[in-house]
């Protein structure tokens, strides 16, 4: 176990029937961090993620929060615990207005600070206080994944998930979405973040780890595994 | 004159429509969080019918005499009782097998439906039971020989439906509980990240299914004041039909899909033959469906890989 971990991974197994996809993953992340996890297409990433919130079960180890072991507990209470997810693939709720999906984000926490918050997310997304009262499903690839953080930030969550976020944008909004994320950062919250993005998340976490075939091959300081061989070969495209 | 037993058909397939819009509320809401029918939906329908008459017996008893009193008091504890049915049939039928496959919680339903028939058979008898009827006199419109009625009950049914779905319609779009429920129809493994406890929805959503079909089950009885142990599979199936007419999972949907089955049967019964009035209701559905194979509002549905 490691000393102060926010978020910790002992030793965790899952399955989906008889595939092994994740074996034996030990992740941990401090508070304040950002840690990333980079890999290829299938290696496991998004299954981590989602044995967080109980879907699929750990099938072996320990997910850890506060030193507490959550990897039975229902899938709600996870977020009350103060960790909020972006999910890949944004996931927004198309048929509800963008207002209402930043509503859905304070389910955890109540509407005591909806003004203010909300206040907030127009703040750093203008784009989607002007679309407030439109369907959430009409906009744009973009402009949808800035609704995904805004509604995950309104739980005003210790920590966030992000899964993929940069997959399927324009490379401008790519950049964009990463700016959004170092200031997200910025206000003091703790960030996992799991990108095939190699390049972009190396270059904005301070920590991370190289999954392959579900299991840890590599981890350590961003800024290390920017210069490693094995890295740069199989990531990043550069030689 | 044609223009009266036309506006009687139309008064007489709107409330009739409304009825089914009622109790399509809880196929359709059901649908929308579980992508399950409720077969048991219809026996809740039957069993309102049942409470409210005891309600009745109960309210006489104490000997109140205000029918006004009677009849709200009754609705009420109706909706009450029967949103308890509903309630249990999540719990049991559909719960416990959650996770399992899409198949046996159909099968536990069309249990629970056969146990609800034959309960109420064994316990208030099998032959048809009658309630007083509360409200009589109607509201007359043309001449002496040819008029059109509006039968207070009818008024009645027709206000009172418009009150439950003026309720339901805002407790959907405007409360906290009608948003999270809102969010799990349309995407449950997200709402429950995001910290909606997705059970407590499910079983509200059959809570509130179950309550309006006890509005159309009151309403129904002391409309014409008998009913039976088997009600509950024939209003079952129409109200199914208005749901998918209307496209399922849409709940203005159902009310629309209840209307448009209602008028068509009434008109149908009016003009051409009472006894072949639902097969030609079930015919334009099967019609309607070829065209538009998710219903008058529904959506195709995506399958997510």
Redo the contacts between chains.
């Keep these: 176990m490691q000393e102060n971990a926010l978020l910790e991974f002992v030793g965790v197994h899952a399955h989906y029937g008889p595939v092994e996809a994740l074996k034996s993953v030990d992740v941990h992340i401090r508070t304040g961090e950002i840690v990333s996890l980079i890999g290829a297409n299938g290696a496991g990433k998004t299954t981590l993620l989602s044995t967080i919130f109980g879907s699929p079960r750990a099938t072996g180890g320990r997910i850890l929060h506060r030193g507490e072991d959550i990897s039975r507990l229902p899938t709600n209470r996870i977020a009350r615990r103060g960790i909020a997810l972006v999910p890949e693939g944004r996931q927004i709720y198309q048929d509800m207005s963008v207002e209402e999906n930043i509503m859905m984000g304070t389910t955890p926490i109540g509407m005591e600070h909806f003004n203010e918050d909300r206040a907030t997310m127009f703040e750093l997304f203008p784009r989607l206080k002007e679309r407030r009262n439109q369907m959430a499903g009409t906009m744009s690839g973009g402009e949808q994944q800035m609704l995904a953080i805004a509604r995950a930030m309104m739980a005003r969550p210790e920590l966030i998930l992000f899964d993929e976020p940069s997959l399927g944008l324009a490379p401008l909004v790519v950049k964009r979405v990463f700016e959004v994320l170092s200031e997200i950062a910025a206000m003091g919250k703790t960030i996992f973040l799991v990108e095939q993005n190699a390049n972009h998340a190396l270059k904005l976490s301070q920590r991370a780890y190289v999954m392959v075939n579900g299991h840890i091959h590599l981890s350590g300081e961003s800024a290390a595994l920017l210069d490693n061989e094995d890295v740069r070969k199989a990531y990043l495209g550069l030689h | 004159m044609d223009f009266y037993i036309l506006a009687q058909q139309l008064i007489n397939g709107i409330t009739l429509g409304t009825i089914y819009g009622l109790i399509a509320v809880g196929y359709t809401m059901v649908y929308g969080v579980i992508r399950m029918i409720n077969f048991a939906h219809g026996d809740v329908y039957m069993v309102s019918a049942y409470v409210a008459a005891i309600v009745l017996a109960v309210i006489s008893f104490f000997g109140i005499q205000s029918v006004p009193f009677a009849l709200i008091s009754i609705l009420i504890i109706t909706c009450f009782v029967t949103a308890v049915y509903g309630w249990a049939i999540e719990r049991v039928a559909y719960r416990p097998l959650r996770g399992s496959t899409k198949l046996a919680p159909l099968i536990s339903a069309i249990g629970i439906s056969l146990m609800l028939q034959s309960y109420v058979q064994i316990a208030q008898g099998a032959r048809d039971q009658g309630v007083p009827i509360l409200i009589q006199g109607a509201l007359r419109f043309g001449g002496e020989e040819h008029f059109a009625q509006i039968t207070y009950m009818q008024a009645i049914i027709l206000i009172a439906s418009l009150v439950a779905m003026g309720i339901l319609t805002y407790v959907i779009n405007h409360t906290?509980i009608g948003?999270?429920c809102?969010?799990t129809q349309?995407?449950r493994?997200?709402?429950?990240?995001?910290?909606?406890?997705?059970d407590r929805i499910i079983s509200t959503v059959f809570v509130i299914g179950a309550s309006t079909a006890a509005v159309g089950g009151t309403l129904v009885t002391f409309n014409y004041g008998s009913f039976n142990f088997f009600i509950g599979f024939v209003m079952g199936i129409k109200a199914f039909t208005a749901a998918v007419l209307g496209g399922i999972g849409s709940l203005p949907g159902a009310v629309l899909g209840g209307i448009l089955l209602g008028l068509t049967e009434a008109l149908f019964a009016g003009y051409v033959s009472t006894d072949y009035k639902d097969v030609f209701a079930f015919g334009l559905l099967i019609v309607l469906l070829f065209f538009r194979p998710y219903g008058l509002l529904g959506r195709p549905e995506i399958q997510k890989v």
């Excluded at chain 2, 493994?189 to 997705?198: K, M, P």
């Design positions: 906290r948003r999270q809102r969010a349309q995407n493994q997200i709402s429950a990240v995001l910290g909606v406890d997705t």
